[in-house]
């Protein structure tokens, strides 16, 4: 199977595995169950949850049920967007080549949108069926930890909005980003491996992995914000420079962001070694995150 019928597959089952736990735009109250499905099924990659069943088939292909405790990666991710393109944040009207939640729904329901997004990803996690109470309350607390204030997705949202305009230090932005869009990356393959009953070291190897996927996702994220259209990207390319801010090539230039990504790809092909051939949809993952062009 090439990465392309791969990736495919992973993402139709994310597909399916979503529309059993989201409640249908029929179900009552109606209008938020459309906001919440908008933006859900408004076509992203799916890389969390791919990287988590991805991770999980290191340690145990075929998981029974791993995909519903991906999807609660996609929940959380969309409820952030969601939120990050509210007036009060990033102002947006363009996500997923699409007008943005609230530019459909209005504010109060996108805000109602993403709080029911976040809401449901634990009601997900505490519903598992195929796992251990103990390995159900690993993954919520690694989820909400990676969602959180302390070197999480929202104190990274915090560092970004307070450093907006400051003059762009290497610092700040690795407090920006490791939390920002790091944490929730990194936690997709630690659940997948804990879903999958990895041992300590097992979850060490695979968590290293996560780290520098991760910032070499957010590296390439600034890099495209530069250099591909709104047309390629789904969003409001050039944003970052309008709003002034910290990201990787207003600290480094290009060039040298270019050069990061790379070496970011390389160290987490490195940490996949132990695992051997297993982890070669993991490393054509990483390749795929430093080499795309949206």
């Keep these: 199977m090439t990465l392309k019928e791969y ?4 993402v139709e089952i994310v597909e399916r595995t979503l529309h059993t736990w989201v409640p249908a735009e029929t179900v009552e109250p109606e209008v938020i169950h459309r906001a919440m499905r908008y933006s859900l099924f408004a076509g992203g990659k799916r890389i969390r949850p791919v990287l988590c ?28 967007l969601i939120h990050d393109d509210l007036p009060a944040l990033d102002n947006d009207d363009l996500r ?7 530019k459909v729904f209005g504010e109060a329901m996108a805000i109602l949108a993403g709080d029911s997004l976040l809401t449901l990803a634990f009601q997900v996690l505490g519903s598992l069926q195929h796992v251990s109470a103990e390995v159900r309350s690993q993954l919520v607390v690694e989820l909400a930890s990676a969602s959180g204030t302390v070197r999480g997705m929202i104190g990274g949202q ?19 980003h490791r939390a920002k869009t790091g944490a929730l990356l990194r936690a997709s393959v630690r659940m997948g491996a804990i879903y999958a009953g990895a ?14 996927t991760g910032l070499a996702f957010q590296i390439v994220d600034d890099i495209l914000d530069i250099e ?30 270019k050069r990061m990504a790379e070496e970011e790809r390389q160290k987490a092909h490195a ?16 390749d795929l995150i430093v080499d795309r062009k949206s």
């Design 199 to 212: 041992n300590a070291e097992q979850l060490a190897a695979l968590s290293e992995y996560g780290e520098h």
């Design 96 to 102: 997923r080549g699409q007008p943005t939640n609230h």
């Design 7 to 10: 990736l495919a597959n992973r």
């Design 158 to 176: 915090v560092h970004d909005i307070e450093g907006e305009g400051m003059q762009p230090n290497a610092a700040l932005l690795e407090k920006i």
């Design 271 to 286: 940490a996949l070694a132990p695992f051997g051939d297993r982890a070669t949809r993991l490393i054509e993952i990483a």
């Design 228 to 257: 591909e259209s709104s047309e390629a990207l789904g969003k409001t390319a050039g944003k970052d420079l309008y709003q002034q801010k910290i990201t990787f090539p207003a600290v480094y230039g290009l060039a040298e962001s």
């Design 53 to 80: 069943m991805a991770a999980g088939d290191v340690i145990q292909p075929g998981a029974d049920g791993i995909a519903d405790a991906a999807v609660t990666l996609e929940m959380i991710h969309t409820y952030s």
